[in-house]
């Protein structure tokens, strides 16, 4: 069955350092997305991304946050200079044409220190 | 932001029982939603979905309810097992927003043996 893929699953890194999570959406799928889930909390959406370019982005995907789909199977969520309130599960998820479900990765749990 | 609520944080459900998770959506234009299970360290799971043309779809021991009139949307669990303990969410999809989904706060649902 189809899935869509992350790396790494968990990432330590310092404070204002920039870190790169990767994912690999389900093939034939046209939208992407990267949410983000604090630790207790809900899954919060961070940005979608369709036709190689950002369709919709929340308040918290602010100008430290870039994501890129530099081939035609990855796609990567940038933070470029950690806080600690960065610290979360970020989850990768791609869907099909039009409102279709959503596949989620397993989740990259990041530890900013 | 779009609020996706439920009803109740927690249930405990005796294995065997039926299971009703509860979600109240406030954008009457949603016209897509799906419940999410996710168990801990993992991503959240596509258990079912329903559009908004209809009021009730059935799947395997699961069952989601819509009321537009209301805008409320319900989870049902038949014979509720062990493996069935996780945090389900519900999510809606709002036309024209690049096809992101909104979550909701999450119910966790505790089986007991």
């Known amino acids: 069955e189809p899935e869509v893929t992350q790396t790494p699953s968990h990432q330590v890194t310092q404070m204002g350092q920039e870190v790169i999570l990767r994912c690999v959406p389900i093939?034939?799928?046209?939208?992407f997305y990267w949410y983000r889930q604090i630790l207790g909390q809900k899954v919060e959406f961070l940005v979608s991304?369709?036709?190689?370019?950002?369709?919709?982005k929340s308040e918290i995907f602010d100008d430290q946050f870039s994501v890129e789909r530099p081939d035609g199977s990855n796609f990567t969520l940038k933070i470029r200079s950690t806080k600690l309130e960065d610290s979360a599960m970020y989850f990768c998820?791609?869907?099909?044409?039009?409102?279709?479900?959503?596949?989620f990765g397993q989740g990259t749990r990041l530890t900013v220190v | 932001g779009e609020s996706v609520g439920l009803h109740l944080p927690t249930l405990s459900v005796q294995e065997g029982d039926n299971s009703i998770i509860n979600c109240a959506y406030s954008?009457?234009?949603?016209?897509?939603f799906i419940w999410y299970k996710q168990e801990s360290g993992k991503g959240p799971q596509f258990i079912i979905d329903?559009?908004?043309?209809?009021d009730k779809r059935q799947g395997q021991r699961v069952t989601v309810l819509l009321n537009k009139t209301v805008k409320h949307l319900s989870l049902q669990i038949a014979a509720t097992q062990p493996g069935d303990s996780a945090v389900y969410f519900c999510?809606?999809?709002?036309?024209?927003?690049?096809?992101?989904?909104?979550f909701g706060t999450g119910t966790s649902l505790t089986v007991i043996p």
């Open positions: 998820a791609s869907s099909g044409q039009g409102a279709t479900e959503a596949f």
């Open positions: 093939s034939n799928h046209l939208y």
């Open positions: 991304f369709y036709n190689n370019e950002i369709s919709e």
């Open positions: 954008n009457s234009a949603s016209d897509y």
């Open positions: 329903i559009r908004s043309n209809m």
């Open positions: 999510a809606e999809n709002i036309p024209n927003t690049g096809n992101q989904f909104y």
